[in-house]
């Protein structure tokens, strides 16, 4: 029996939910106001990709790395929305001011890099190192035969599996991991809800399940297993550091495997499948968990602006109000055709800070670069631009305030901090003070893999 499916899938962020359709993805989160801001782009349908994003078992590997990717990606775009115009640390400003680089761009490097060093050691090396630990340990010949080679590699397996368990419990038991766990149930919640025919509202999606048989859980259980069953066909080599190169030229047969599974399966409802999928349905229970009406909320506007961007390919895209380096601020100013003096005043104006302190200016906001512009160009006056300079601070310092009563009623109630204004008029609201990602910055989005998880 085949089971209905949506081609959408996502990624719960920090404060907020990733959707990704066949067209368009779209991240919605709630900043410290408590209002809902969008971030949404067009992507290039995987039918008009090259061969190779659609050919089976290679379409995984491809899947696989630009998940990563993106995903990486979209985790430092939500940050920096929740950090809101929250002052740079000295670090921040040292860094962006001596190497003329935007800090942002080097921290979402950096954790690529981490990233991938922490899963090859945690899942490739330590499983190898545990192993041989215990040959070792029992004096056991490895290589007497062809099936005490495949025992051993099939007890690496294991091994991994487990490590792989023991990790995802311990990250689960940290606060600030719960929340994006929470932010999970509810993108969960949300897809099954439209999948059940249902009409998309908070109520109806919290009826829901937060498992999900496309979860990105699921397919990382179902990567473990076919990497023993593959693995364990490789040999058993004495040299540890042989052994390893292997089994790192095989993650993407692994991954591309992987995914065939993952499809199939998710397109069949019965006993059998249900069998099969139980193990990695079961470790969803670890990441994820029941979210409040906010977060639903929240995964609901993400996958509506999906849905309409789908259907409506002329519909614009939003850009979350993020920080610009001052330096590409300037250079939009310069271009307008002002002096470099000139640039400095409009920038001090719009920050609304003496000139003395320009040079401890290290970002500014998007919306700010905007009026900033505007004001180069004669659009708006200088008195105009101090005025709305004295609104955005005094906004940004109450945004200060309730991210302190947030943190401080996250730590002595362990929840979220739920706004009084939410719903859809928050979204619209928010959805007015986004801006089109037609800037340079909006243009290095990740537009490759589908549509699933």
Same mark, same amino acid.
């Given at each position: ?5 949506? #081609? ?70 939500? #940050? ?34 981490? #990233? ?30 062809? #099936? ?161 961007? &789908? ?33 400095? $005043? ?51 310092? $109450? ?11 996250? $730590? ?19 959805? $007015? ?7 340079? &910055? ?12």
């Amino acid at each position: 029996m085949r089971k209905k499916s949506v #081609g959408i899938g996502g990624q719960a962020v920090i404060e907020g939910v990733m959707m990704r359709g066949k067209r368009s993805m779209a991240t919605a989160v709630r900043d410290e106001n408590g209002n809902i801001v969008v971030e949404s782009q067009y992507l290039k349908p995987v039918e008009e990709k090259s061969f190779l994003f659609r050919a089976p078992f290679l379409r995984g590997v491809f899947n696989f790395f630009g998940t990563m990717v993106s995903g990486v990606r979209t985790l430092m775009r939500s #940050g920096e929305v929740f950090d809101g115009e929250q002052e740079p640390s000295k670090a921040e400003k040292w860094f962006a001011k001596t190497f003329k680089v935007d800090v942002f761009s080097v921290i979402m490097a950096i954790s690529v890099i981490i #990233g991938v060093a922490l899963s090859v050691g945690l899942f490739f090396f330590l499983p190898q190192l545990i192993t041989t630990g215990l040959i070792k340990l029992f004096k056991i010949n490895a290589q007497a035969n062809v #099936g005490v080679q495949i025992a051993m590699n099939l007890l690496e397996g294991f091994i991994r599996m487990l490590i792989f368990i023991a990790y995802i419990a311990l990250t689960s038991a940290m606060k600030d991991i719960k929340r994006v766990y929470m932010y999970h149930g509810a993108e969960h919640k949300t897809i099954s809800c439209y999948e059940h025919d249902l009409e998309l509202t908070v109520e109806n999606a919290q009826k829901m399940t937060t498992v999900h048989d496309r979860c990105g859980t699921t397919f990382m259980f179902i990567t473990m297993v076919v990497s023993v069953l593959i693995f364990s066909l490789t040999g058993w080599s004495g040299q540890m550091w042989v052994r390893f190169l292997i089994r790192l030229a095989l993650i993407p047969v692994v991954s591309g495997v992987s995914y065939e599974v993952l499809k199939f399966l998710a397109k069949f409802d019965n006993p059998f499948v249900r069998a099969l999928k139980a193990p990695g349905l079961l470790l969803q229970k670890l990441t994820t968990r029941q979210p409040d009406d906010s977060m639903v909320e929240v995964a609901i506007t993400a996958f509506k602006t999906v849905l309409a961007m &789908d259907e409506n390919p002329d519909l614009p895209e939003l850009k979350f109000d993020t920080k610009l380096l001052k330096r590409k601020v300037e250079e939009q100013l310069l271009q307008t055709g002002v002096t470099k003096e000139r640039a400095k $005043e409009i920038i001090c104006k719009g920050m609304g800070v003496p000139e003395e302190e320009y040079d401890h200016i290290s970002h500014i906001k998007h919306s700010r670069c905007l009026l900033m512009v505007s004001a180069a160009k004669g659009e708006i006056s200088d008195e105009e631009l101090c005025l709305k300079a004295a609104e955005l601070n005094a906004k940004a310092e $109450e945004a200060r305030k309730a991210n302190a009563e947030a943190i401080k009623l996250r $730590e002595e109630e362990g929840f979220v901090l739920k706004s009084d204004n939410i719903g859809d008029k928050d979204s619209q609201k928010s959805g $007015e003070e986004n801006v089109s990602s037609e800037s340079e &910055d909006g243009k290095d989005a990740d537009k490759d893999g589908d549509s699933d998880k």
